[in-house]
T-cell receptor, first 113, second 113 residues
Framework: DAGVIQSPRHEVTEMGQEVTLRCKPI?????LFWYRQTMMRGLELLIY????????DSGMPEDRFSAKMPNASFSTLKIQPSEPRDSAVYFC???????????FGEGSRLTVL | KQEVTQIPAALSVPEGENLVLNCSFT??????LQWFRQDPGKGLTSLLL?????REQTSGRLNASLDKSSGRSTLYIAASQPGDSATYLC????????????FGPGTRLSVLP
């Protein structure tokens, strides 16, 4: 398996623009997680899905953030409109069942100017 | 609310030395604990996962121990190598369904040749 695949790896955009980050989890994994990593706050859970259904989005910072998982092999995290404080590395991770080993993607480094 | 800390924040050792990384958590009602490695600009790679009923797990030169009652885990690295240089994070999952992994801030390890 190729592992968790994220795109784009790097995104530079201007404040106010829409940003869409994409994730393909490992085949057969039924949990998908979106994390954000910054120097100040470390690794934070934004939202997670089980069998394509959002279970807990309490970590999503505000309404500008939204996430979808239309099928078992694809998820998106959207920020609209983006702000400079959204600059961070966004990770997608998947696991087979909750509490099992987590597999992370390489991350999407977002810079909002 | 579970809080996870890691001491030290950074560590520099000469090649060949044995070393210990520490992870502390405030709520001992955990389901399991994972140790991860993160290389610069990369995602997290799971190293070891310890279930709450286990005392330790070993993989090659790595040995992780868990003492739930005291809220501590240690990652022991034997005969360190420059290739071990990375940031090491621990993550704890609570017992309740729906609780997800809470990550520590990490220890940045440098192994000098």
């Amino acid at each position: 398996d190729a592992g968790v695949i994220q795109s784009p790896r790097h995104e530079v955009t201007e404040m106010g623009q829409e940003v869409t980050l994409r994730c393909k989890p490992i085949s057969g994994h039924d949990y998908l997680f979106w994390y954000r990593q910054t120097m100040m706050r470390g690794l934070e859970l934004l939202i997670y899905f089980n069998n394509n259904v959002p279970i807990d989005d309490s970590g999503m910072p505000e309404d500008r953030f939204s996430a979808k998982m239309p099928n078992a092999s694809f998820s998106t995290l959207k920020i609209q409109p983006s702000e400079p404080r959204d600059s961070a590395v966004y990770f997608c991770a998947s696991s087979f069942s909750q509490g099992r080993e987590l597999f992370f993607g390489e991350g999407s480094r977002l810079t909002v100017l | 609310k579970q809080e996870v800390t890691q001491i030290p924040a950074a560590l520099s050792v000469p090649e060949g030395e044995n070393l210990v990384l520490n992870c502390s958590f405030t709520d001992s009602a955990i389901y399991n604990l994972q140790w991860f490695r993160q290389d610069p600009g990369k995602g997290l790679t799971s190293l070891l996962l310890i279930q709450s009923s286990q005392r330790e797990q070993t993989s090659g030169r790595l040995n992780a121990s868990l003492d739930k009652s005291s809220g501590r885990s240690t990652l022991y690295i034997a005969a360190s190598q420059p290739g071990d240089s990375a940031t090491y994070l621990c993550a704890v999952k609570g017992q309740d369904y729906g609780q997800n992994f809470v990550f520590g801030p990490g220890t940045r390890l440098s192994v000098l040749p």
